[in-house]
């Protein structure tokens, strides 16, 4: 059974220098006609819908460029990873860190209750503690869903912008190899 990842990733290589691939993304966000926008950090990007069409479940688009060296010249892999907000992931991280120690304290208590030859009611907690945690990841595949088309029209003006400025035709898509949500209104880049 195949468990879908929180924050779906990807990763492609171009045959383009670094530079010239971040300049392009670079180019896409202070262009007008294109529906993203993002900052730029060395050789990590990260492209947003803008905020008109931000939701509460919009995703955010973290790019690392990495150079390589080809068999005929440079390349430049592109690793992708989508993410909420960083403010709802930072919070969705608290809340399972806070999980996972009540459930390290419900386990020694529960131990302790054993130990001293008492009924073990805190184990209890264990169980309402691994649902809400079940939940909450529910809640983050919901909330891809709803996200879906934000991701893939992410997603298509990233590849279809360093496959023209690298100059291929067409790409061959990895999304059959990446963790992206299928969808059927996906257009191949």
């Known amino acids: ?41 060395g050789n990590h990007l990260m492209l947003v819908v803008p905020p008109k069409q931000r939701h509460f479940w919009s995703p955010w688009l973290n790019l690392e460029m990495h150079d390589m060296d080809g068999d005929m010249h440079k390349l430049t892999l592109v690793q992708g990873r989508f993410s909420p907000n960083p403010a709802i992931w930072t919070g969705y991280m608290m ?22 030859q008492s009924s073990p009611w805190a184990f209890q907690f264990i169980i309402v503690i691994l649902v809400i945690a079940a939940l909450m990841y529910w809640s983050s595949l919901i909330g891809q869903k709803i996200a879906q088309s934000q991701m893939h029209e992410l997603y298509d003006i990233t590849i279809q912008t360093l496959a023209h400025g690298s100059g291929l035709e067409t790409v061959d898509d990895p999304t059959s ?4 949500p299928k969808t059927t209104q996906h257009s191949q880049p």
Not at 99 to 105: E, M, P, R, S
Not at 177 to 180: D, T, V, W
């Open 1 to 41: 059974m195949h468990i879908p990842p929180m924050r779906p990733k990807f990763e492609f290589e171009f045959p383009i220098e670094q530079s010239d691939a971040i300049g392009l993304l670079s180019s896409v966000m202070d262009a007008e006609d294109y529906p993203i926008e993002g900052r730029i950090a």
């Open 95 to 116: 809340v399972y860190s806070s999980l996972a120690v009540l459930v390290f304290l419900a386990a020694i208590f529960g131990i302790s209750q054993m130990i001293l």
């Open 177 to 180: 190899k990446s963790e992206l």
